[in-house]
């Protein structure tokens, strides 16, 4: 089928076979590594994939890059610790056998968080762009949040099956990943000239809290979805307390002048 699966990785030898799995109707599986130190590399080459290298800046240009590479002109984005379900697998196929009526589609996700497909809690209800005409769509965002964007027109979405995402092994990967995340995050606000007083990094992760828990069910889900709600809020926290911790570096002695 003329679908370009498109993967961007580094280090995904426990994930990869297992995305390319879940789309056997892709005419293409393009790979781009951004310098792999595991068996990501061989895992590509033996499953058939196109491997391509391209050094890593932002998730926005690495993945925009990848775009331009895709062969087919109906591309569709999973990251490598993500999967279709049978439902979204058949649906994806269906819709482009019978001819798609838009430029793009979003794919609806579920979680998989400590060994519960999670349908409420802080995730609930996500949906996001990801199979796009090739000539109609493009990346853009921030150093850690990209997202495609059509050039016209709205995406349509696909109501059945979802995209199943399990981003972290346990805990202690999802607070490294965190950290990671909030840092580059701050450090992208503070040079794009953001600054933050105290009130964010109390009242923000008390809100996240607060949403994730109640509004979305998340205390609904047991263990794993109070658990997923307070480091979803902790998360908050460490963006906005090291947002404020690099504001008051930069202006001593005149921090309280930010709110």
Same mark, same amino acid.
């Given at each position: ?5 498109? @993967? ?16 056997? !109707? ?23 994939? #196109? ?19 895709? #062969?087919?002109?109906?591309?569709? !984005? ?78 349509? @979405? ?28 701050? #450090? ?45 809020? !902790? ?13 008051? #570096? ?10």
């Amino acid at each position: 089928m003329d679908l370009s699966l498109v @993967i961007v990785t580094r280090n995904e030898e426990k994930h990869l076979a297992r995305c390319f799995e879940s789309v056997p !109707f892709a005419g293409e599986v393009l790979v781009v590594d951004s310098g792999s130190t595991d068996s990501t590399i061989g895992i590509a080459r033996t499953l058939g994939c #196109r491997v391509m290298h391209h050094s890593f800046t932002d998730y926005s240009s690495q993945k925009q890059w990848a775009l331009e590479q895709a #062969r087919y002109d109906w591309v569709l !984005f999973l990251d490598a610790d993500e999967y279709l379900d049978p439902d979204l697998s058949g649906a994806i196929r269906s819709l482009l056998l019978k001819g798609p009526d838009r430029d793009g589609y979003r794919l609806r996700f579920r979680m998989l968080y400590m060994g519960r497909l999670m349908r409420l809690g802080p995730w609930s209800g996500e949906s996001h762009l990801r199979l796009i005409r090739k000539a109609s769509a493009s990346f853009s965002g921030s150093h850690v949040h990209e997202g495609l964007v059509l050039e016209s027109g709205r995406p349509g @979405i696909l109501r059945k099956g979802h995209v199943v995402h399990e981003s972290y092994e346990d805990l202690s990967e999802q607070i490294d990943k965190m950290r990671a995340y909030a840092s580059m995050w701050a #450090r992208g606000e503070h040079s794009a000239g953001r600054r933050a007083g105290p009130s964010p990094m109390i009242l923000r992760p008390l809100w996240r809290l607060f949403s994730s828990c109640i509004l979305r069910g998340g205390i609904l889900e047991g263990v794993p979805g109070l658990t997923a709600s307070v480091v979803a809020s !902790f998360y908050v926290f460490l963006k906005w307390s090291m947002l404020r911790e690099m504001t008051m #570096r930069s202006n001593p002695g005149g921090e309280d002048r930010v709110r």
